[in-house]
């Protein structure tokens, strides 16, 4: 199999298929080739969702959901990737506020930046 040179993304088609190369390569050992053509997918994609998405002005939690209705996410997906599912609901229904570990692995996992997610937001009373 030949391996696809790696450029800045510039088209759609050029961003999808770098996330499907992303996807084959996310487990590779570490200091392997496939390891270092992740590194760079990762960069490559981060760049092109930065340059051309734009997040809705909405709080922390509103954009977790929209992104998980995006992805075909539901709340237990978030919690496997979390660890507890009663915490997520809570932060999901605005009872309790969103951790730095949460706002790490949801950052990753719905490709949200960061900076999006530590916005201040109100709790439910």
């Not at 570490?30 to 270092?36: G, I, M, T």
């Not at 996992?109 to 997610?117: G, N, Q, Y």
Request: aromatic share 8%; no cysteine; net charge neutral.
């Amino acid at each position: 199999m030949i391996k696809p040179q790696w450029f800045l993304l510039e088209t759609e088609q050029e961003y999808h298929n770098a996330l499907a190369r992303y996807e084959q390569v996310k487990r590779a050992a570490k200091n392997s080739k496939d390891h270092k053509e992740k590194l760079l997918l990762v960069h490559l994609i981060s760049e092109y969702e930065n340059a051309n998405s734009t997040l809705p002005d909405v709080d922390p939690i509103e954009l977790i959901k929209i992104r998980m209705e995006d992805f075909g996410y539901k709340s237990a997906d978030l919690a496997k990737q979390y660890g507890d599912k009663g915490t997520v609901s809570k932060v999901l229904n605005y009872k309790q506020a969103l951790s730095l570990t949460m706002i790490r692995k949801f950052s990753e996992l719905l490709r949200i930046p960061a900076s999006a997610l530590i916005k201040e937001y109100q709790l439910a009373e």
